[in-house]
């Protein structure tokens, strides 16, 4: 057999909460359990000289005082190309036989130059839609606008933005998406071949042996995620309304996260649980003692969030754009709905105990199918023919 390919991996983050980060410190996990030579440049708090566990060498190199935010838990630094010596000297040292960056930041701008400057290959994924965020951002600003004026300017700016994010990936020679719509998008717009980088989960971590309610009588609407314009977080509090309206007074929501929305949410949703962010044991409880999981965002390519919350046994209510809806099964592990249908699947899921047990149970089994190693030996698969 082959050797493995030498990987250099430059995610936009790594120790943040958010999906690339998720994603990236399970791929590096990955990498250790299986002996695979394997170099992450990544961005961080201080500068980590070269470290080099088993197979596995890092360097962590931190941002600027110049560097800002593009999200709550996202930044870029414009000075960090002042590393460029220290990345080169990893990057020859290590001899990857391809570098993989996950978007267009200072990290995958510096990762790209530096593969196309040393003659290695490169390899891209597409985690967020960045395109899609510009657009919702946009239209958050531009409210004071006549609605068509507002709705036209959010489109250019969306169909701008794919256009120039299009055009850094097509620097790579193959493209990763977490979804089969993505996969297309890339293929047409860049003439590059894509391979999907699915994300998998932990069915331990996230299980319902973790429940540690009683029956109390409540029935718990769950969301994990950013309280941000683009998770369109909004139907949250319009689900509240229209439930308290119906006289379903005991279905009560539990959010986990934190972002510019959340003071607007806890005045919308008073009788809500804000619990901010959770991790480890204290999330796998989280969502375990959730009866169903609300998820109304629009834009996630994935949703990570939605695969842990099946892996707790909980049925999930998911838009038709983006990714989620192809991790739930419209009406076995949840609802596939747009905005109007998400009233109408929670009110089933109150009323019909025996629809809602069926469910839980599904949820689990679908996810148990899931894991991070069956994900990760498809991408080494690829790495291997763009090598060959």
């Known amino acids: 057999m082959p050797a493995p390919p030498r990987v250099a991996y430059f995610p936009d983050s790594f120790h943040e909460i958010n999906g690339v980060a998720h994603t990236s410190r399970h ?16 961005a961080g708090d201080r500068v980590r000289d070269r470290i080099t566990e088993g197979s596995v060498t890092t360097l962590e190199l931190s941002r600027s005082r110049m560097s800002f935010a593009l999200d709550k838990d996202l930044r870029f630094d414009p000075l960090y190309f002042r590393h460029w ?34 003659g290695i290959p490169l390899a891209a994924s597409w ?17 004071w606008l006549p609605r068509r004026a507002s709705s036209d300017t959010e489109m250019k700016i969306e169909r ?114 804000f619990a901010g962010v959770l991790r480890g044991a204290d999330l796998s409880r989280a969502y375990a003692d959730m009866d169903l999981f609300v998820f109304p965002s629009h834009t996630d390519t994935f949703g990570n969030v939605v695969l842990e919350a099946l892996a707790s046994g909980v049925p999930a209510v998911v838009t038709p754009d983006g990714g989620p809806k192809f991790i739930v099964r419209d009406g076995v592990t949840g609802w596939v709905t747009d905005d109007a249908g998400f009233v109408p699947a929670v009110r089933q899921a109150v009323e019909d105990s025996r629809l809602h047990a069926e469910m839980r149970l599904a949820a689990r089994e679908h996810a148990l199918s899931s894991s991070w190693d069956a994900v990760f030996e498809k991408v080494y698969v690829t790495y291997q023919r763009v090598v060959n």
């Not at 791929?27 to 990544?42: G, I, Y």
Request: proline share 4%; with cysteine; aromatic share 8%.
């Open 85 to 118: 010596k220290r990345i080169h000297a990893a990057l020859a040292d290590f001899k990857p036989d391809v570098v993989h960056i996950t978007g267009p930041s200072e990290l995958g701008i510096l990762g790209a130059t530096l593969a196309h400057r040393m």
């Open 127 to 143: 985690h967020t839609n960045l395109h899609e965020y510009a657009g919702r951002r946009a239209a958050g600003l531009l409210r």
């Open 160 to 273: 701008a933005s794919l256009w120039a994010t299009t055009r850094f990936y097509r620097l790579a020679k193959v493209h990763f998406a977490p979804n089969q719509e993505l996969c297309d998008l890339l293929q047409k717009t860049t003439g590059r071949p894509c391979a999907l980088m699915q994300r998998g989960v932990d069915t331990e971590l996230f299980s319902p042996a973790h429940r540690s309610r009683g029956d109390d009588g409540e029935f718990v609407m769950g969301f994990v995620g950013r309280l941000s314009v683009e998770k369109n977080v909004a139907l949250l509090a319009k689900i509240a309304d229209e439930l308290r309206t119906a006289g379903i007074s005991r279905a009560k929501f539990l959010i986990v996260g934190q972002g510019e929305e959340e003071q607007w949410l806890r005045q919308r949703i008073p009788d809500a649980t």
């Open 27 to 42: 791929f590096e996990a990955f990498a250790r359990r299986h002996s695979l030579p394997f170099l992450c440049v990544r």
